[in-house]
């Protein structure tokens, strides 16, 4: 088959070249409308539950964390000229506007839904002539006296509303919260948003000094911003390294630009692909273009080294070609493969980030190697046969001298070989248990950067910025008898608010309780003290006065004002509790999480668990008369409920205040009582951007683990078909695994903790050093023929011949992947650094150990089995006659 393939190629190569032209522009034109991904990756599947509760949220509420907040320290804020920059400073960012890129009409778009800031807040006033509430601002144009100022001065510090919100009480720093349009910020025309809003807030930086930015767009915007500027970065610093490289090694211009063709013809068509699928460039996707230079340079180096090894051999450019496509043709197609296998395996995940991630790089990969077996074949039949010079690097003495120290390990120090591998076990292994996982949102941003820096000090000051939403919900609306407030529901709304002030890593919640104590404040006058819950007669009497009910319609729930509305869902039977979140990493979320859970579940199950404690106590009257005095509500409502059965009449109560007691023995009552205080029950859900964040970056790294065990049996399988002998493919697996281990345990050492960007690095590096085995232990059977079964002879012979090639494409992927650590991104850098490291010591181990493994078991590991594959790795028939085959020159 390889040998029709080969003819085939040299034979149309001036239609393929067109072909593979007509292909790349296409890729070329589609990668042009690759897009970055400003919104989190979708780490979560969609039927996960987390998942589920977060897309209701934002179907009901919208996207959370769509605040930008600026913060200034300002001495001598309240004076006039201070305050009034800060008034124009707000004024145009709420002018701020932004060119439509989605069209070529000049249009502009205001992205800016509403700034709020000392000088930009509202009051709730009564209107005496409309008998209704208004939110009226509390500033309606510059002051222009110290007089003035001083009065709306203490206006803002009496509305406890917006204490240490938008200003730190006793300190000097004040912020101004930007909200920006969901709508244009998730869209393409949202262009550079962030960078010139940032752009504006800086012209402002001479009136009140240096100012701190954070909030999930600027964060996130700031973030993608450096994945733009590093593609291209890693991109070119990889063409370099890998130019120089090729240059060192073979001394000719003609093999790295073939070299360099193939892999840029690769990253166009990745992006392309990219493109095709609808997928945006993320920070995972954005290592695609590189990693498939550093991936395909490597099929360059086995095609070409192997063409210059038959030139030396017998000088006919044409011979070699074909044998070149026949005999390195297949083993490349099946090494491409098994990396793609590798990257494939994220496919068994459940999250879209990584299946995306996984489906585009398995394909390409699998296209790096058509590209490469059409692209170098062809050029170099175009090319004059390699000169004596271009060939002396396969002749170089120092590599020989490596390659001979390495068969001198492997034959005579097998012992040493072995109990360094099983250290280098021991102590991976022993590492493997000091790792830790992470999952920051600015986690791999390195500690000094500004977006880093200045998220700390919005944590120091105001507990955090990240979205952390409470749901609360009732099987009935959170109102009762129209606009009558159900005091208990919102007493425990309260209730559970204080219980979350006491979290260090909490800020301040805001919620429908503080929307109703800022109406009570406005309803008894004014005054800071009347910013509170009031007592359950005293909501009654506020809630149905004509002023509330004028502007608050509760009963038509389609008319309720935007103040309430945005803290309830449309049936009144949710409500949230907005909460911002310190960026406290996995283990510290969960555990948050928990506490938070049980703080809130101690409030909402209360009754249930002391009606339980009732019925199971000695002495049950006591103990339902003591409930039923704690919770009138649940006796009117049983009363109800057993006159509406007919069981009593309504007057007998009235008459006989014992006569209810007569009933607390009775099952049937105690069960209907149950079911009241169970159906009055409020159930939650914590959720918010700051939690699903952390809750997939968890389900992510255990989805990998899974997707590297899968790789390791999917592989294995494939090699059992390609060398039909279990023996044969533990022996292969055992050098391959030997360096993930020691990546392993050296991440435990150095502190390096597991995240999506660093579990990737067992994946990728464990598809590409399979390569090296399949190279080895194919040239490996075929000396087995050669040699008449001779083991010793065909290990060494299959060293000396692939050991070039191997040591090759190691030192290149290893400084292909260490160009990661130019990156600004903490965990690409822990990528590059631990993928060079773990392919380094997997180059070690294939040319050590494996060989190693091949001479002391002989016989039990080379059975007829692997003598006669089922798939033949390399085409081992006997060359045709070819000496005086010539390529005629179109």
Not at 160 to 189: A, Q
Not at 508 to 519: N, Q, T
Not at 542 to 552: L, P, V
Not at 850 to 873: C, G, I, S
Request: with cysteine; charged share 20%; proline share 3%.
């Amino acid at each position: 088959m390889w040998q029709s393939i080969a003819n085939g190629i040299l034979r149309y190569r001036l239609f393929i070249l067109i072909g593979l032209g007509l292909i790349t522009v296409f890729m070329g034109f589609q990668a042009r409308k690759v897009e970055l991904q400003y919104e989190f990756g979708k780490l979560l599947p969609n039927n996960d539950s987390t998942n589920l509760e977060y897309v209701h949220f934002r179907e009901t509420y919208g996207q959370d964390g769509l605040v930008i907040v600026v913060a200034a320290e300002i001495d001598e804020f309240y004076t006039v000229e201070k305050f009034a920059k800060w008034y124009e400073f707000g004024n145009s960012i709420k002018d701020f506007t932004i060119e439509d890129i989605s069209k070529n009409d000049g249009s502009l778009l205001h992205p800016i839904d509403s700034v709020f800031s000392e000088a930009h807040l509202y009051n709730i006033v009564k209107n005496k002539e409309a008998k209704k509430f208004e939110l009226s601002p509390i500033l309606h144009g510059a002051p222009k006296s110290q007089l003035e100022l001083d009065s709306l001065e203490i206006v803002i510090h009496s509305l406890p509303f917006y204490k240490n919100m938008i200003y730190k009480d006793s300190s000097n720093i004040h912020l101004m919260m930007i909200f920006v349009n969901e709508e244009i910020f998730n869209s393409k025309s949202r262009g550079n948003l962030v960078t010139e809003l940032h752009e504006l807030c800086e012209t402002y930086t001479s009136d009140f000094g240096a100012m701190r930015y954070s909030g999930l767009p600027f964060v996130r915007s700031v973030t993608m911003s450096k994945v733009k500027s590093e593609l291209g970065l890693f991109v070119g610093l990889a063409v370099l390294v890998t130019a120089l490289i090729l240059f060192f090694f073979y001394r000719s211009f003609k093999v790295v630009f073939t070299s360099l063709l193939v892999v840029i013809i690769g990253v166009v068509w990745s992006l392309g692909t990219i493109a095709l699928f609808g997928y945006k460039i993320s920070i995972l996707m954005g290592l695609m273009p590189p990693l498939m230079i550093v991936i395909g340079i490597p099929n360059c180096v086995y095609l070409i080294t192997k063409y210059q090894q038959e030139i030396i051999g017998h000088g006919n450019k044409a011979k070699a070609l074909l044998r070149v496509i026949r005999k390195v043709g297949n083993a490349t197609f099946l090494t491409n493969a098994t990396t793609a296998m590798g990257f494939a395996t994220f496919l068994l995940t459940k999250s879209d980030m990584m299946r995306q991630f996984g489906a585009v790089a398995s394909i390409n990969i699998i296209a790096l190697f058509f590209i490469s077996i059409l692209v170098v074949p062809i050029v170099y039949s175009y090319l004059k046969a390699p000169k004596e010079k271009h060939t002396k690097h396969l002749e170089k003495r120092w590599l020989d001298k490596v390659i001979e120290a390495l068969l001198n390990i492997s034959q005579f120090h097998r012992p040493a070989v072995y109990l360094a591998s099983v250290t280098v076990i021991a102590l991976g292994v022993f590492g493997m248990t000091l790792m830790k996982t992470s999952g920051n949102i600015v986690d791999d941003l390195p500690k000094g950067d500004a977006v880093v820096q200045d998220l700390k000090y919005f944590e120091e000051n105001f507990k955090g910025v990240m979205p952390f939403e409470v749901l609360v919900r009732s099987q009935d609306t959170l109102y009762k008898n129209g606009n009558l407030p159900n005091c208990k529901n919102l007493e425990k709304i309260d209730s559970i608010q204080s219980l979350l002030l006491m979290e260090d890593k909490l800020s301040k919640s805001i919620s429908l309780v503080d929307a109703i104590k800022y109406i009570s404040q406005s309803y008894s006058g004014g005054d800071e003290s009347d910013y509170k819950l009031k007592s359950c007669d005293g909501l009654v009497n506020m809630m149905s006065s004509t002023y509330f009910k004028n502007t608050f319609d509760l009963e038509d729930k389609g008319k309720s004002s935007e103040f309430l509305s945005g803290f309830m869902d449309s049936t009144h039977k949710e409500t949230r509790i907005t909460v911002q979140v310190k960026d406290i990493g996995i283990d510290s979320m969960d555990a948050l999480v928990n506490r938070v859970k049980m703080k809130i579940e101690s409030v909402l199950q209360a009754e249930s668990m002391e009606l339980k404690l009732a019925l199971e106590g000695n002495d049950l009257e006591v103990g339902l008369d003591q409930f039923f005095g704690n919770h009138p509500w649940a006796l009117s409502a049983i009363e109800d409920t057993l006159i509406a059965r007919g069981e009593v009449d309504e007057f007998d109560f009235l008459m006989d205040e014992e006569l209810i007691r007569t009933f607390y023995s009775n099952p049937n009552f105690q069960k209907t009582l149950s079911e009241i205080v169970q159906h009055e029950q409020l159930d939650y859900t914590v959720t918010g951007s700051g939690v699903i964040y952390t809750k997939g970056t968890t389900y992510l790294v255990g989805n990998l683990f899974t997707s590297l065990f899968a790789a390791v049996i999917v592989i294995g399988i494939l090699m059992s078909l390609l060398f039909r002998s279990w023996r044969m493919v533990l022996i292969s697996l055992i050098p391959n695994i030997l360096p993930l281990v020691f990546t392993s345990g050296l991440m435990g050492y150095l502190g390096v903790p597991i995240k999506p960007s660093t579990i990737l690095v067992f994946s990728i590096a464990f598809g590409i050093s399979v390569d090296d085995t399949i190279h080895f232990l194919a040239k490996y059977r075929q000396e087995l023929k050669l040699q008449s079964w001779n083991i010793k002879g065909s290990v060494l012979n299959a060293i000396k011949e692939t050991g070039v090639s191997m040591v090759y494409t190691s030192i290149i992927l290893f400084f292909g992947f260490s160009i990661f650590i130019a990156s600004n991104f903490g965990g690409t850098q822990a990528l590059g650094i631990l993928v060079s490291v773990t392919l380094f010591v997997a180059m070690l181990s294939n040319l050590i150990l494996l060989p190693t493994l091949l001479l002391t078991l002989e016989k039990w590991a080379t059975t007829k089995a692997f003598r006669d594959p089922l798939l033949a790795v390399v085409d081992e028939e006997e060359d045709i006659e070819l000496e005086k085959l010539e390529i005629v020159e179109e």
